[in-house]
């Protein structure tokens, strides 16, 4: 069974820093391309960033580039995101999915992320 | 990166059918058919319905289907039942992104 189990949410003041993981298993982590989706509270799905499974390609939605470092350990089944000068903005839960080529097919059930002073 | 544009709310009846339209851009939806739904309920993570435009994943009823045309695709959801009010929302590839629907909250009269 896939599971994806996210960690490392909490609250943070604005300019601050926070670093996201996520815990893999049940697939073969190395095989696949990995993404951080987001939700603001009462908002839509945003997606934040993807990584190839060999961390080859990276991509970055606009309104995190320059802030957000997507990361991956195959050999320890994990994937983080490193946000750095946080914004009121980003408050949201943070999900960690998997990647099935050309959709997500899996997701985990999200870390909130609050940054307020 | 502009969001895909979804309708914000749809309803029907039990029994009903009722189809959610999801329009993009010649760069995300019209380019690639690499478009897929998702169902979320209050306070639970999405579940893939559809994924590229058409296909169903094991365990989802043929009630979901979907289907695209120039730069908009469509879900629809056939003999409507309580349990698949919820939010839904696409989604495309787009080559170096992806982009979602703002999200479309069903209501099941």
């Known amino acids: 069974e896939v599971q994806l189990v996210e960690s490392g949410g909490g609250l943070v003041k604005p300019g601050g820093s926070l670093r996201l993981s996520c815990a893999a298993s049940?697939?073969?982590?190395?095989?696949?391309?990995m993404n951080w989706v987001r939700q603001a509270p009462g908002k839509g799905l945003e997606w934040v960033s993807s990584i190839s499974s060999s961390s080859s390609y990276i991509y970055y939605a606009d309104s995190v580039k320059g802030r957000f470092t997507i990361s991956r350990d195959n050999a320890k089944n994990s994937l983080y995101l490193q946000m750095n000068s946080l914004r009121a903005e980003d408050t949201a839960v943070y999900y960690c999915?998997?990647?099935?080529?050309?959709?997500?097919?899996?997701w985990g059930q999200g870390t909130l992320v609050t940054v307020s002073s | 990166q502009s969001a895909l544009t979804q309708p914000r709310s749809v309803s029907g009846s039990p029994g009903q059918s009722v189809t959610i339209s999801c329009t993009g851009t010649s760069s995300d939806v019209g380019g690639y058919n690499y478009v897929s739904w998702y169902q979320q309920h209050p306070g639970k993570a999405p579940k893939l319905m559809i994924y590229d435009v058409s296909k169903r994943p094991s365990g989802v009823p043929d009630r979901f289907s979907g289907s695209k045309s120039g730069n908009t695709a469509s879900l629809t959801i056939s003999g409507l039942q309580a349990e698949d009010e919820a939010d839904y929302y696409c989604?495309?590839?787009?080559?170096?992104?992806?982009?979602f629907g703002g999200g479309t909250k069903l209501t099941v009269l």
């Open positions: 999915a998997r990647e099935a080529v050309t959709y997500i097919d899996y």
């Open positions: 989604c495309s590839y787009a080559g170096s992104y992806v982009v």
């Open positions: 049940g697939f073969t982590f190395s095989s696949y391309s």
